[in-house]
């Protein structure tokens, strides 16, 4: 057919005869000017400026504005595009009913398209380099389409052309659409004054833009950018290449901080609380909610409708185009129409004949499906920026509650830290979680009623039925949601128990293979786990049945909808209705699934939002009104009771001490008068700890300005209660505490219980204050931390505290002394600041810190002690008693009035001086033990660094090599061998029955729509012959058997049915049975290793195996894998199933593969390491609510609530910025997938409807359409399961690689019958060249050592610290490699015993005593093998056997874990009761003493020579002393045996090292 602009089919066609404009080409010809005009003026614009000022100059975000009515642009210009779409479409499709081409109706639309496509564009770099004059440009654009369109608007009136024709209603659009923009224009030159006006308006972009830490920008970007998340490219595309750090992701704007959001949700919560108060009801947090973040979410839920809405477009299309092919294949005649008379010589379309084109259909259905997915991730962003804007405002309002809670409320255990923690990590996480669901709750009702409605247009009275089955179904899917949730709490409490069992075995590992009971407590894991498995396997049962349920019910409806339909309808079952709803009943099934999740979070929601009104209702701190500034804290009562108006805090500075004299130095005031000289003073206090009981009663008192007051008194007398009640931490219940007026800093406080930030030692310190090295320096030494600090990897940067390096309870209290030092403050308040501490450093910080260092600065100290000793140093005596202040004043006071406390306290310092001469020894070595703990656990992490440092810098060379591209392929590598390593860990038998029935699942499905497409289209052509024979026509009907294709159907979907429950419990199962292999395989692994394993593996990172990567093997990678293989194997039957109905679609498919590729390729990269950002930035935050919780009195006393304040803000942003960036490169992923899936649908349905020409049943059409169609649906499933499941399978790489650990060699040489049954009985030890090493790539600790020890001998081992005594030890359990020499013990050499034998005939007592939590029998025998009697006997020796008889229960007293229900010296006597249970004729004490008290010392020293008359003693001694008795004595030096003999023989030569060690008290 020619091809001519007016056609040429009309001789009128060019003639003008009638006027100009009644020449309707001519009108066209005319509406194409203004399009021509623009791309004329906008490409060199375009090109040639912007091309050559890119190149000079980068343009930053920070020159990006937006002009005003930016947003409404963009809609305006979209609703342009699409108007233009249906132009051109109405064009060809009116140009298909005249007899030659008409290029004038299509044409000047296609050219619109594009000009309006290069307006944007154009639009969008003026905007960007801020130059509104070019805008001009734009505007003349607007007015010359606008007249054009007008002038042909008019022409088609005077026609009596109207609203019936859609080309007059087009055209009456764009004359609409170009006017507003016309008036959009307008009002930017109105705000801007950039043309027209003398002075153009200067702007600045938002405060945002210009600090160049935002990198989200998706509040600033426009809004095509905003829907296709276009400005995450660089980011996601650059991760390739480098991985994305904190510094990419930068901070966040300032609209979605949580101090932005903190102060609307607080301002909504104030005003709910006015409200409230009025009423006398509790403020509601919901209200609060919903004024503060509730415009947000009814966006979100519009655009969630709009989606909703658009989205049933998709089985309405495919109905019409099945509809169309369906009534194509029947003999109706398709002539050509033609053409309407009129005046303009062309045919007028009306909107039903255009949409009976099925290729408008297909592109209908193609931008249908565009912009549904676009609102739906639009909707699902909205929402969770607002969950996050939400979660960062209530974290924020925990934290301003939790700093100002009444300190009664943290110890009287109305609020436990465990609640706090739970508030901040559970509860906000639930909000934010239903926020995110939120418009579910009333989008999923309209989706279902829209749905039934469509379903019952489409086949009647049988849809209810499909309804009802899905409808019956959901109350059965939410009762499985609970069941889930019941066991996976269940599970937890199990897993918890295994944790804490894992946890006690691994801190006691030592002392289990000494004893040889690691089967013992292994076994106790292992029940645990089993529970812990049945527990899995009901979780794991209602997570397949969920799955199955949700594959399984739209099988079932459309079974029950279609076999109703066949026996009930009179009307055969078309294709077009059978695939609509097929389609349909996909639709309805996401909101019926989502539905019992949504209700189950908001049941949660409503738990949560009770606990947090509980937690924001409770008892606050007295108010700080009387102070000024942040920088105080109240001292003020409590709110329930009247309190004291209290004056502020005065702190002079201490004045000289005198040391020498006994009395109190003459040159001082002996009174300090009322003026001035008092810092603080209490008139008649009576203060409580919130119960009715006052704890402390009629104080009356006074600290003195500028000196050191000390107070003294039993244990549980008040002394810290007071300290408390001075900082107003404590209810006053009567009385007033007054503060001087001289100056309101805050106080230097040192608890008793030390608290550290986990920070580095140096922040610790310093504390927010500003760094002064001299300071600094002088607080380390007064403290004695320089020897510890050296100690540590880093110095004084090393972190501390929770997850940095633990540090024992001595060099805890030290840091938090020094940091009370550090502060300039006028008042320390030191609680007991002596009680780790051991002797020596006591009197250094005495004498150096709260003598010398405060004594210079005339600072104020209040001094809590048991150390009475110091009471010569005190200016002012505070003597309490049971919470009453017993006497004040100076010694000499107190010396003069009250003589029986004075002498009472003499005979205390007395027998403390005695303690103080036996225990000068004992101190040293307190310090040095904690040192050389530290010591030993940084040389184990330091080897174990070391050799990661060196795997991390072969790791860096290959990198270096391979440049770039090596690292980026191993990045976006799917770890597919340890993926291999854990299917196979669950057994091949079921991973083969998984892979089947998965297979077979998804053929039988395939089957059941392909059964369905036969069935349709053999009852279509059926009743079409039908129709035909009626019409006389004959043609061959085969006849059509309704029973046969019924049967058949229900036959595949009920094994439909069958195999989708196997394959989701096979998936489980499998998963279930591959968590318990590793399970039991990892602890038998680290249960067997050698005792050196545990030196180099710090023991978090074992812990981590056992909790969190457990974890994730047992609950998330089964889920993960079964919606991974179901999602591909999905999206693969789809694409083979439109490839087998329109072989053509399969060259389309090979661009869209490679662009999936790459979409899954960059986003896994990034995802993953968005993932980390986000994990690793939680920890801080939640580290932080609990450390504050902590040491909320220091903090308050400090008046550092401000400095906290602003860290809580920072950390919380930081997390949010990483979770905002990991969910928008989510929608990322989805938007790009989803449109890929539309493009799948065009491609599907265009090919179809041409290859449909050729008589291709109408039935396959809609199979390959309705395929196509779930495509969109599962493309991002797939990409982001591979993504989660990549990220899990790093826990099995972790455990695999623990899984390589080497075993200690268990197996013996020599068999057990010749092992007398009380080997060894004599006792007798032959030590012959003996040397050992820790390992095979270390030095050996002993060298060459030759002894021999007679049976019953008391030997005493000596030597400094390092120079091998433990390790001897170690040596006769084989705990270190023995490389050279042997041991003989009774005749039999050691080595050549099996391992539990040679252990279990041995007995040892460790330095650090280890008790487990069970019962005291359990503790002494956990073998069960001794009488009750022999029990007691043992208890006795130890001398506690009093003690055990008056606890509840006695032998099945509880012990608590790790002991701590009892002192060290008791746990350390249960140790040896345990040695003595086990009669074992050696004993050997591995300095035994180090950690107790000269009494429990000497009890233990008095059992070992008489309840151990008979045996051998091995005693590795601490300190020299202990071993004076001993018969034998051996002195080690660097490794090497120096000297052995008897103690009094050594010491009589002067030269002897042993004379040395006992002369320096080593």
Request: with cysteine; proline share 3%; charged share 20%.
């Amino acid at each position: 057919m020619p091809l001519s602009f007016c056609g040429n089919d009309n001789a009128s066609a060019y003639s003008v005869d009638d006027g100009v404009l009644d020449n309707g080409c001519f009108v066209d010809a005319l509406n194409l000017v203004p399009h021509v005009f623009l791309l004329f003026i906008t490409f060199p614009i375009l090109f040639i400026g912007w091309g050559s000022q890119s190149s000079k100059v980068q343009i930053h975000h920070n020159t990006w504005l937006h002009f005003p009515g930016h947003n409404m642009r963009w809609i305006l210009t979209f609703t342009l595009l699409f108007v233009h779409v249906c132009e051109t479409a109405e064009g060809i499709v009116s140009d298909g009913y005249m007899k030659s081409r008409h290029l004038h109706l299509f044409l000047p639309a296609f050219m619109g398209f594009i000009a309006a496509t290069t307006s944007v564009v154009y639009y969008h770099n003026i905007e960007t380099s801020n130059f509104p004059k070019l805008l001009l440009a734009l505007f003349i654009y607007w007015v010359l389409a606008f007249i054009t369109k007008t002038i042909k608007l008019v022409k088609y009136y005077e026609h009596n052309f109207g609203i019936q024709h859609l080309r007059f209603c087009i055209t009456a659009m764009l004359v609409i659409l170009y006017g507003l923009l016309m008036a959009v224009e307008i009002n930017v030159i109105r705000v801007r004054r950039y043309v027209f006006f003398a002075n153009p308006q200067k702007v600045k972009p938002p405060e945002d833009l210009q600090d160049l830490g935002v990198r989200f920008l998706q509040p600033f970007v426009n809004l095509l950018s905003k829907a296709t998340y276009w400005w995450m490219n660089p980011l996601i595309i650059g991760a390739h290449k480098r991985p994305i750090d904190l510094k990419k992701i930068g901070k966040l704007p300032i609209a979605m901080r949580a101090l932005t959001n903190y102060i609307r949700l607080k301002d909504a919560y104030e005003e709910q609380r006015m409200v409230a108060d009025q009423a006398d009801k509790s403020p509601s947090i919901w209200r609060s909610m919903y004024h503060a973040f509730g415009r947000p979410i009814l966006l979100s839920s519009t655009f969630r409708y709009l989606a909703d809405l658009l989205g049933f477009a998709g089985p309405l299309c495919i109905y019409c185009i099945l509809m169309r092919l369906g009534g194509r294949n029947s003999p109706e005649s398709s002539e050509q129409k033609n053409v309407t008379a009129s005046g303009l010589g062309v045919y007028f379309l009306s909107s039903h004949e255009l949409l009976e084109n099925t290729f408008v259909l297909a592109v209908l259905l193609f931008l249908a499906l565009i912009l549904q997915r676009t609102f739906l991730q639009a909707s699902y962003y909205v929402t969770i920026e607002t969950g996050i804007n939400l979660r960062g405002a209530l974290l924020a309002m925990i934290y301003n509650k939790m700093l100002r809670l009444s300190t009664s409320n943290m110890s009287m255990g109305e609020m436990t830290l465990g609640q706090i923690n739970n508030l901040v990590a559970i509860e906000t996480n639930q909000l934010m979680w239903f926020l995110f669901l939120c418009p579910n709750l009333w989008a999923m009702p309209v989706q279902i009623i829209m749905g039934v409605i469509l379903l019952h247009y489409l086949l009647g009275f049988s849809a209810l039925i499909g309804a009802c089955v899905i409808v019956l179904l959901a109350p059965i899917q939410y009762f499985i949601a609970t069941k889930l949730a019941d066991a996976q709490k269940s599970t937890l409490d199990y897993s918890t128990d295994r944790l804490k069992k894992t946890n006690e075995i691994l801190k006691g590992i030592k002392l289990l293979k000494l004893y040889a009971w690691e089967n013992i407590f292994c076994s106790s894991v292992e029940e645990t786990r089993v529970k812990e498995l049945t527990s899995l396997k009901t979780f794991a049962l209602y997570t397949s049945l969920s799955i199955f349920m949700n594959a399984a019910i739209p099988i079932a409806a459309v079974l029950a909808t279609f076999v109703t339909h066949a026996y009930t309808s009179n009307t055969e079952l078309s294709p077009a209705a059978a695939f609509a709803s097929l389609a349909l009943f996909h639709i309805l099934v996401t909101p019926l699934f989502l539905l019992s999740t949504v209700v189950r979070f908001a049941v949660k929601a409503i738990v949560s939002v009770q606990k947090l009104g509980e937690f924001l209702l409770s008892d606050e701190i007295g108010d700080d009104s009387w102070r000024n500034g942040e920088t105080s804290v109240s001292l003020e009562p409590c709110k329930k009771h009247p309190g004291a108006h209290t004056k502020a805090i005065n702190r002079k500075q201490p004045l000289r001490y005198q040391l020498d004299s006994f009395e109190q130095p003459s040159r001082r005031q002996p009174r300090p008068t009322e003026t001035e000289d008092i810092a603080v003073k209490v008139n008649n206090g009576f203060f409580s700890w919130g119960s009715n009981m006052a704890t402390l009663s009629d104080i009356n008192m006074r600290i003195p300005t500028g000196q050191l007051t000390m107070i003294v008194g039993q244990v549980g007398c008040g002394k810290s209660s007071l300290l408390l009640a001075m900082l107003g931490e404590m209810q006053a219940t009567g009385g007033k505490v007054h503060w001087s007026n001289k100056n309101r800093n805050s106080v230097a406080y040192a608890a008793q219980k030390s608290w550290l930030l986990n920070a580095t030692v140096e922040e610790n310190i310093t504390f927010g204050n500003p760094f002064n090295k001299q300071r600094y320096k002088a607080v380390i030494d007064t403290c004695s931390l320089q020897p510890d600090i050296d100690l540590l990897p880093f110095g004084d940067q090393t972190e501390i505290g929770e997850r940095g390096i633990n540090l024992s309870g001595g060099q805890r209290q030290r840091i938090c002394v020094a940091r009370a030092l550090y502060q300039n403050t006028n008042i320390v308040f030191l609680d007991d600041p002596f009680s780790a501490l051991d002797i020596h450093l006591s009197d250094h910080l005495m004498q150096e810190g709260i003598l010398k260092f405060l004594q210079d600065d005339k600072r104020t100290v209040v001094l809590v002690t048991h150390k009475l000793q110091y009471l010569i140093h005190a200016d002012w005596i505070i003597a309490m008693k049971d919470g009453t202040l017993l006497r004040e004043g100076t010694l000499k006071d107190i010396q003069n009035n009250d003589v029986e406390l004075y002498e009472h306290w003499k005979t205390l310092m007395n027998r403390q001086d005695q303690e103080l001469e036996k225990d000068t020894d004992v101190a040293d070595s307190q310090t040095a033990l904690e040192r050389k703990n530290l010591r030993r656990a940084l040389y184990s992490r330091e080897a174990k660094s070391q050799i990661d440092d060196e795997d991390e810098e072969e790791e860096e060379e290959e990198d270096d090599e391979d440049t770039m591209s090596m690292m980026t392929s191993r990045r976006s590598k799917i770890p597919w061998r340890v993926c291999w390593k854990y299917l196979t860990s669950g057994g091949f038998m079921l991973l083969f029955m998984m892979i089947f029935s998965k297979l077979l699942k998804h053929s039988v499905i395939v089957a059941i729509d392909y059964w369905l497409a036969t069935w349709t289209s053999r009852a279509q052509n059926t009743s079409v012959s039908a129709n035909s024979s009626a019409n006389g026509t004959l043609t061959d009907t085969v006849p059509f058997d309704l029973s046969y294709y019924t049967t058949g159907f229900s036959i595949l979907c009920s094994s439909g049915i069958v195999l989708c429950l196997i394959a989701s419990l096979t998936v489980e199962w499998m998963g279930l049975s591959a968590a318990r292999n590793l399970h039991h395989n990892l602890l038998n692994k680290i249960i067997l290793a050698p005792i050196r394993f545990f030196d180099i593996t710090p023991l978090g990172q074992i812990l981590n195996r056992f909790s969190a990567d457990t974890n994730i093997i047992d609950q998330h990678i089964p889920p993960t894998l079964e919606s991974l293989t179901r999602s591909t194997l999905l999206c693969l039957s789809a694409i083979g199933v439109i490839a087998f109905v329109t072989p053509v679609f399969l060259i389309a498919m090979l661009p869209l593969g490679v662009a999936f590729y790459f979409i899954q390729k960059y986003f896994r990269v990034a995802s993953k390491d968005l993932q980390d950002l986000d994990d690793s930035t939680q920890l801080p935050l939640l580290c932080h609510f609990s450390e504050t919780a902590e040491g909320l009195t220091t903090i308050r006393a400090f008046r550092h609530e401000a400095r906290f304040k602003q860290r809580m803000l920072e950390l919380t942003d930081t997390n949010n910025v990483a979770y905002l960036f990991l969910s928008a490169a989510n929608r990322w992923l989805e938007v790009r997938t989803d449109y890929l899936g539309a493009v799948i649908v065009l491609t599907a349905a265009v090919a179809s409807i041409y290859t449909s020409e050729n008589r291709l049943q109408s039935g396959l059409v809609g199979l390959g359409l309705t395929y196509a169609l779930t495509v969109t649906n599962y493309l991002n499933w797939v990409v982001r399961s591979l993504a989660d499941l990549e990220v899990q399978m790093g826990a099995v790489k972790k455990v695999n690689g623990f899984l390589s650990t080497e075993s200690e060699n268990y197996e013996g040489s020599i068999d057990l019958s010749q092992v007398p049954e009380d080997w060894p009985q004599q006792g007798e030890i032959k030590i012959q060249g003996l040397s050992v090493r820790y390992d095979s790539i270390l030095k050996p600790v002993l060298k060459h050592v030759n002894a021999y020890i007679n049976p019953g001998q008391k030997v005493g081992i000596c030597g400094r610290t390092g120079s091998g005594k433990s390790s001897l030890s170690l040596a006769f359990f084989r705990m270190v490699d023995m490389f050279e020499g042997k041991i003989i013990i009774d005749g039999i050499d050691i080595s050549k015993l099996p391992l539990p034998t040679l252990r279990s005939r041995l007995s040892i007592i460790l330095q650090d005593p280890v008790l487990f939590s069970g019962s005291i029998r359990f503790n002494l025998d956990p073998e069960r093998t001794c009488t009750d009697d022999r029990l007691w006997e043992a208890l006795e020796i130890a001398q506690l056997k009093n003690m055990v008889k008056s606890l509840p229960g006695g032998l099945d007293a509880v012990v608590t874990e790790g002991g701590e229900n009892f002192s060290v010296g008791q746990r350390q006597l249960f140790c040896l009761a345990r040695a003595f249970v086990r009669k074992s004729s050696i004993l050997i004490m591995d300095e035994a003493t180090a950690s107790i008290d000269m009494a429990t010392e000497n009890i233990l020293q008095k059992v070992v020579m008489t309840a151990f008359a008979d045996r051998t003693v091995v005693t590795i001694a601490h300190r020299v002393s202990s071993i004076m008795e001993a018969e034998q004595v051996l002195v080690f030096c660097e490794g090497i045996l120096v000297e052995c003999d008897s103690a009094s023989s050594l010491l009589s030569q002067d030269d002897s090292l042993f004379t040395l060690l006992v002369k320096t008290h080593k």
